[in-house]
């Protein structure tokens, strides 16, 4: 581990940047595998059916829908939006804005709804300990608050400058020179401090982290009846 490289907390709101094939998924799921699940409610909300979570399986992944309530005890939860949810999304932000004491993981923030809901996550997650991990490829697609509101970035290769430009407003690196594949650049706000990293751990290895640190919730009934769960791995729609 690199010199001075701290994990975020448990209020902290992370960035995850970088081109397709780079490796923030990746990258946001290792941090998300370092996560006490063990004492909070961690929800996946996965717009693109990532694979990485297809190898952690489910159990001890848990399947959410849009028109329950935000789960309140401890462990990693999928929520999977599909095209035309917005509103539905929406909704699901607010109560979980209104239940407080719940980590967010979302794999593509581009997609998220361009409303209120996520904004107010955002700037009130800190007194909320509403932590979020959010991920996107599209920097000049994203509201300022997922920037503004950061406690980390975590930055890799972007092929736009554009993109370039919107993060260099707010971490004091030059993303004009690329780093090796893989490689990767971690900004601590509190600290002012920026780090040049190295690959993070393989996806198998972190699915494995995540299942290990996940705590598993299901009944014999469930494990007997339902298919494909008997292989740790969730079926793709």
Known sequence: MTAGFRFPGGDARTTVIGATGTGKTTCGAWLLSNQRLDVRPWVIVDFKRETIFDMVGMPPIQEIGLDGSPPRK??????????????????????????????????????????????????QGRSKRLPVIACTQRPVDVKRGLFSEASFFCVYRLQDRRDARVIEGFVPADLSTPLPPHHWQWYDVAQNRLLRMGP?????????????????????????????RQSGRRRLA
């Not at 932000?93 to 993981?105: D, K, S, V, Y």
Request: charged letters at 30%.
């Open 74 to 123: 401890p462990g990693l939860y999928l929520l999977s939006p599909r095209p035309g949810e917005d509103d539905a999304l929406e909704d699901w932000l607010w109560r979980a804005w209104e239940q407080e004491n719940l980590g967010l993981f979302i794999d593509e923030a581009t997609l998220m709804p361009d409303r209120d809901a996520f904004r107010a996550v955002l700037q």
């Open 200 to 228: 993070v751990p393989r996806p198998e290895a972190i699915a494995e982290r995540l299942a290990e640190v996940a705590p598993l919730r299901i009944t014999p009934f469930d494990w007997l009846t339902k298919p494909g």
